[in-house]
């Protein structure tokens, strides 16, 4: 009575932890596409330089990673469920793998985060600083449309100069910003927002490391259960005895 009664807990207990991992997958799925289609992020990637390290590697690359951990959430959260209400020894199995899959690439995204989050802010921020060097060498109105638009998007104009004096970038496109945003330093802005970003990125992985721990006990204890049929329940699965003819 008492083993049926850790099964049942543990059923329980797996159900409401998919539940919490379909949710976390949306979330991970929800922050890729906004980190992927977010002003802040598509105006840096639209920059037309050769050099664009940003756009061309961590841009696409966080989109890619982002969409396959939501994908492989949700798919481990609906294996769990239907492993656990049929009882699938195989499913179950499978929701185990998936589990320990996000686990590792969570830890390697988590420990990424921390030990060089700076290289995309120090990618993105390059960017900012060829736009605003090229504008200030060169006419060309492409590159003032894309310094403007960095502008616009960041609610910034220009950076501080080494003496503190202020550039013809400030001089000529800052007094046509909105007011309130000719006195914020673009780097520092950038530096800013990329900080937050990443600080909400590894609470998220952190999150998803715990509930992918606790998945992968509850299911290796079900496995177990199931492939050694202790105290289930075995709904479907019924067996007739065969009974005896007796004579008269």
């Not at 699938?88 to 420990?111: H, I």
């Not at 492939?227 to 005895?241: E, Q, R, T, V, W």
């Amino acid at each position: 009575m008492g083993q049926r009664y850790w099964v049942r807990a543990v059923k329980c207990q797996l159900l409401v932890a998919s539940l919490f991992i379909l949710l976390l997958g949306l979330s991970v799925g929800l922050l890729t596409i906004i980190t992927y289609y977010g002003k802040h992020f598509t105006v840096m990637n639209q920059v037309s330089l050769e050099t664009n390290v940003y756009g061309k590697t961590f841009h696409n690359i966080a989109f890619y990673l982002g969409i396959c951990l939501g994908i492989i959430l949700i798919t481990a959260a609906l294996l769990s469920v239907v492993a656990t209400v049929r009882e699938l020894e195989c499913a179950m199995a499978m929701g185990f793998f998936c589990f320990a899959v996000v686990f590792c690439a969570s830890v390697k995204a988590t420990y990424w985060t921390i030990t060089n989050g700076t290289v995309v802010e120090d990618a993105m921020m390059d960017v900012y600083d060829f736009v605003y060097e090229d504008v200030r060498s060169n006419s060309s109105n492409t590159r003032r449309l894309e310094l403007y638009a960095i502008h616009k998007t960041f609610l910034c104009c220009g950076k501080k100069l080494p003496f503190g004096e202020a550039s013809t970038v400030e001089k000529e496109m800052c007094q046509s910003e909105m007011m309130g945003t000719t006195t914020k330093d673009c780097i520092q802005d950038i530096e800013f927002f990329l900080k937050r970003h990443m600080i909400f990125i590894s609470i998220l992985m952190t999150i998803t490391v715990f509930f992918m721990v606790y998945g992968m006990i509850l299911s290796l204890f079900l496995w177990y259960s199931i492939h050694f049929k202790n105290s289930l329940d075995l709904k479907g699965k019924y067996i007739l005895a065969k009974q005896k003819e007796t004579g008269f």
